[in-house]
């Protein structure tokens, strides 16, 4: 596998809701959206691929604005490694969120824009390896500088090997 491929894909319906400060699931002209107020998170699972050449990775988030068609969002991106006998899933274990920083949305509500995050290999990524489960977190954050109003919509995410 080349680096720069995808890895994983995952759509509205892999979420796994926390169990607080939950993103809803919903539809916007029957496409399965992830609705994110301020703090709230989904979590995707995986097992890393085979194919996984051991580089850093590149989360690319697919979303639209509910009704925001002015001012910034932030979101943040963060893995666990469950691994061989790396975790006990009793309690969570996320590696430190990497961020978008702030982003403009979209002019029109509804429009798909593309925000990315970016991980090392190693600590950014909880150490994942070849063959390994892991959970990834998604959080719209609220800090200083993110005023969109309204929901954010999650359509997709893509991971690729950077």
Known sequence: ?????SILIFTPLHNEPPTANVATLDTRNQHPVLDFAL?????FSAVMPRHYGGNGITVYLHYAMT????????????FERIGDQQLDIDGDSFAAAQNTGDITVPGTSGLVDIVSTTHTHGAQMDSIAVGE?????VTRTAVSGTDAT?????VFIEIKES
């Not at 703090?39 to 979590?43: D, L, P």
């Not at 489960?133 to 977190?137: A, L, Q, S």
């Open 39 to 43: 703090t709230e998170e989904a979590v």
């Open 150 to 154: 309204g929901d954010l919509e999650l």
């Open 1 to 5: 596998m080349a680096s720069g491929d």
């Open 133 to 137: 489960g892991f959970r990834m977190k």
């Open 67 to 78: 009704t925001a068609v002015a001012d910034d969002i932030k979101l943040e991106t963060a």
